[in-house]
């Protein structure tokens, strides 16, 4: 099937052949036309399905059908190839928190052939500059609330062109609604080919420089088949709800693509959530799947047994917890709360979704789970060889999806030999199941979210006290992770409560604010080899 998307921006920047992943479709469901558009799948024939007169997309003032959002959604298209001029292939930069706003425009994104580029509501100006300079948007869909930080982006990065608003509170002329009103909602989804790019998913890099992953129409309908299909098992009368973004794929797939695949719905808040708000409206709502890290889970539990002691057991029946490591005190407490055995999982946004796990009655304490029907994976040595059963090891994946780093020398790293290698450390028993060690790298993961040491570490240099200085990821009981920093200071400075407080705000106002340093130690050096390179081994043994 040819492409359809005459901007060949993306798939002239994707591995070459020999570094690409090699991709298994063994089940009879992983078999896919050569034309696919994932919108048109999941969206268009949702009303062959049975779903069209099913609520799809919720919050506190609006619940929206699948036939609602269908023609909101072609509304938007038409916004974006008539209005805007848009071709197939063109990238659109999507900002904005989990909303309904921010669900249709993306949907609208890809149902016309473009490529959705979706990032966080709290990356500053310099982050969302390297995003854009990356991707090459002319135009992006923001919520009115996130204009300023994405408008300090542009004026550094002019390719982007227009910026368009959406989630306003009033009719404001130029709004994505606005413009939308006006159109007819005659939109024929864009024929893309199965292997067509439907999103571009940016992951923070150990290296400092942020990686972006590049998925296709048929990545995202395998992911669906696989963990959804064998392991989830949602149903069309699930209700959904969760705070992982959807600007990362885990958030993207468990709030939007997977529910919509299933004929579920899903909530959405009008205020982020907090451990408590989430604990309330898991009863108001009627909540049956929740999505969300560890340590969230770990927050919420004593609200939640505080409210099933009051008004009984919420509708809860599926807890699915990813991002970071799982730690069975976090299990246990959240059992005790809810009656309910948490679904773990390891993903990827390299491999869009989930592909270890294992759900009750077939989970073993202390382990992840099984591969996931669809995947094959194998714990192995550093060159490749697979260990045996009860050897740690590192961890190799192959799949119907697989890692295509958008122009990066880093898809060697990844991608070896056809394997993708997700720098993740193992250990499989003999029955199968994959137990959890470490990270490989020097990545941070910190209540579900990834920072890159190299990255915290030139936030506090720019500040005029630090000389030099190191970050690690230090182990926490509540967050998995803290990211701590270790800072050898310019004379004239003094290392004490009132310094940490100033380059922590440093940090928070200059990336996001999950970033910052937790801890900070001062040092008189930090430890180096004979070379210079700053031993972060011996950081974390201090």
Not at 432 to 455: H, L, S, W
Request: net charge neutral.
């Amino acid at each position: 099937m040819k492409s359809a998307q005459t901007d060949r921006f993306v798939h002239d920047r994707l591995p070459a052949a020999d570094q690409l992943p090699q991709l298994k479709f063994a089940l009879p469901e992983l078999q896919f036309p050569a034309q696919l558009n994932l919108v048109e799948e999941l969206l268009d024939k949702a009303a062959k399905k049975g779903f069209a007169d099913r609520p799809m997309l919720r919050s506190p003032k609006v619940t929206l059908t699948f036939a609602d959002v269908q023609y909101r959604v072609d509304r938007m298209a038409q916004v974006l190839v008539d209005d805007l001029g848009l071709v197939p292939g063109n990238r659109v930069l999507l900002r904005g928190g989990n909303s309904i706003g921010m669900a249709l425009a993306w949907l609208a994104v890809v149902k016309a052939g473009l490529i959705a580029v979706a990032t966080m509501p709290l990356l500053r100006a310099k982050e969302l500059g390297e995003i854009i300079d990356k991707s090459q948007p002319t135009v992006a869909l923001c919520d009115a609330k996130l204009l300023e930080e994405l408008q300090g982006a542009q004026a550094q990065y002019p390719v982007l062109k227009t910026i368009v608003p959406f989630n306003v509170t009033a009719n404001e002329a130029g709004s994505l609604a606005v413009r939308a009103s006006l159109k007819s909602g005659n939109f024929k989804a864009c024929p893309t080919a199965a292997t067509d790019i439907a999103l571009m998913a940016f992951t923070s890099g150990t290296t400092g420089q942020p990686k972006a992953a590049v998925h296709t129409h048929r990545d995202v309908l395998a992911a669906c088949e696989t963990w959804p299909r064998h392991v989830l098992k949602a149903t069309p009368d699930d209700i959904v709800m969760g705070s992982p973004p959807l600007a990362f794929t885990f958030g993207l797939g468990g709030l939007l693509i997977f529910p919509m695949w299933a004929g579920a719905s899903v909530y959405f808040p009008d205020v982020p959530y907090t451990p408590e708000g989430m604990a309330g409206l898991m009863f108001e709502v009627g909540a049956t799947i929740c999505y969300t890290a560890p340590t969230f889970y770990r927050q919420m539990a004593p609200f939640v047994k505080a409210l099933a002691q009051a008004r009984g057991k919420p509708a809860l029946r599926i807890c699915v917890s990813a991002g970071e490591a799982l730690p069975d005190a976090t299990r246990q407490l959240w059992k005790d709360a809810t009656g309910i055995e948490m679904l773990d999982g390891i993903g990827a946004t390299e491999m869009f979704h989930i592909f270890i796990s294992a759900a009750p009655p077939d989970m073993r304490r202390g382990a992840i789970g099984k591969v996931v029907p669809g995947y094959t994976a194998k714990v192995v040595d550093d060159d490749g060889a697979e260990q045996p059963r009860g050897t740690v090891g590192k961890l190799a994946v192959i799949g119907p999806t697989g890692c295509k780093y958008l122009g990066d020398a880093r898809q060697g790293n990844y991608v070896q030999n056809g394997w993708n290698h997700p720098g993740d450390a193992f250990l499989q028993d003999a029955d199968g199941y994959f137990f959890y060690q470490a990270r490989t790298d020097d990545m941070i993961i910190t209540a579900g979210y990834n920072v890159g040491a190299p990255e915290v570490e030139d936030a506090l240099l720019k500040h005029p006290a630090v000389a030099e200085c190191g970050v690690i990821g230090k182990p926490d009981d509540a967050r998995g992770m803290i990211v701590k920093a270790f800072c050898v200071l310019r004379p004239g400075f003094t290392g004490d409560d009132a310094l940490v407080k100033v380059l922590q705000d440093h940090v928070k106002a200059s990336i996001a604010p999950f970033k910052y340093p937790r801890e900070i130690e001062f040092m008189d050096k930090l430890p180096r080899t004979e070379t210079g390179k700053l031993q972060r081994f011996k950081l974390k043994s201090l």
